[in-house]
């Protein structure tokens, strides 16, 4: 199944922007070249730069067919080449050429708003670059002086600011999610000490019911033979032995719980060396299993074990959350198997999560290791997959999925080459 891993998650998400911008660029740009010199004609419409602006957008609709294309580094760099043409090159240059008028004024207002719902300092790379060549390109064709007039001058206040307040509302918007996120951390930890006092009271009561049925059992002093316990008492037994089981998962589950609730509040950054066979280990011992069967489920292949740079406590929350949301999967199927695969045998080592159950539909796989997205709805807060990228991230690492509906599902970790697995066990 190795040849399904390759690009990764965060390669799919930036092929799916990079074909939702080119049907934006490939319809736009000869509609509005329409609009422009057929409705409400510029002097200075360029049908040449827009066709430009076409070609460099074509490329990006035939991603699965151009495999030249499809490798990550080579999205990112055409991502940044198309963008900084369509929108601060090209808006900025007709701006110029068409000395400021109002249409191109506001045309280029706009794109600077779109361009910085990027990431903002890939967004001023671009917009610099785009820019600068844009006068470049103006003085080498125009009125070079025209550049340092009041219409351009008295525009400049007014597209700084309109970057400055698009920049601090997506800053905040970035702490508003991550103060929801400390928040979501706090009450999880909250709720799950609280269900601890219940959980104590129905363990006291469960121990106390089996005391006393332990003693009805007990012949009495000087009689032979045993006692044998009713019907009813039996089936009370039976009943108790289930409900002491189900507060000991639960008590495990909480500890699941809080050990997430705490890695929302760590520092992500890696500490020490981990062997991913420790946590491995680690987590198949310690997972509330609801049965023997569910366990069974579960089965650990090491090709190689390895060590790399993380944290033991962050990881552990990793596995868990995989193994958790396999274990799901298999609970929705009414079927299937998890595989766990260790292998340090590759360049850049990785572990894997596999499970043969549900498999996760095309339309959801792009936003799973989105914050606050689950699928089912109802499945949880959506904060698992989210954390689980963030920590592997901060250990310069890669988590990316493939899934096939119905059939399949498989969650890649990998870390990138640091200690032998000489070191291992």
Known sequence: MHWLLGNGQESDRLAWRLQCLAWIGCLGMPLYYVVWTVFFPQQYESLALRLFGVALCVPALFLKRLRWLAQPRTMQVYEFIGVTYVLPFFFSYM???NHGSAVWGESLLVALIVLFQFDGWWALASWLCGTLLAAAAFALHGDAA???SPVVLE??????????????TRVGRRVLAGEKLAGMAQALAMVSHELRTPLISVAANVRGIERS??????????????????????????????????VRH??????????????LN???TATEYVSMADVVTHVV??????GQEQRDNVSVVIRGNFWFAGKHELCVVVLLNLLRNALKALQRAGRGKVRIVIDGTRARPRLLVMDSACGISAQQLPHIFERFYSWPPSSGAGIGLSLCRDIVHAWQGRIHCRSRESAWTVFALEFPPTISADRSH
């Not at 525009?155 to 601090?168: K, M, N, R």
């Not at 007990?218 to 089981?245: C, N, Y």
């Open 266 to 268: 760590q520092q992500l």
């Open 95 to 97: 701006f110029l050429m």
């Open 213 to 246: 049925l332990k003693a009805r059992a007990q012949p009495p002093v000087g009689a032979a033979g045993t006692v044998q316990l009713d019907p009813e008492d039996i089936a009370v037994a039976g009943a108790m032995e289930r409900i002491g089981f189900e």
């Open 146 to 148: 025209f550049l340092a």
């Open 250 to 263: 639960m008590n495990q589950m909480i500890d699941l719980f809080l050990q997430s609730a705490a890695a």
């Open 285 to 290: 011992e310690r997972y509330p299993f609801t």
């Open 155 to 168: 525009q400049a206040p007014i597209y700084l600011f309109t970057v400055a307040i698009v920049s601090v």
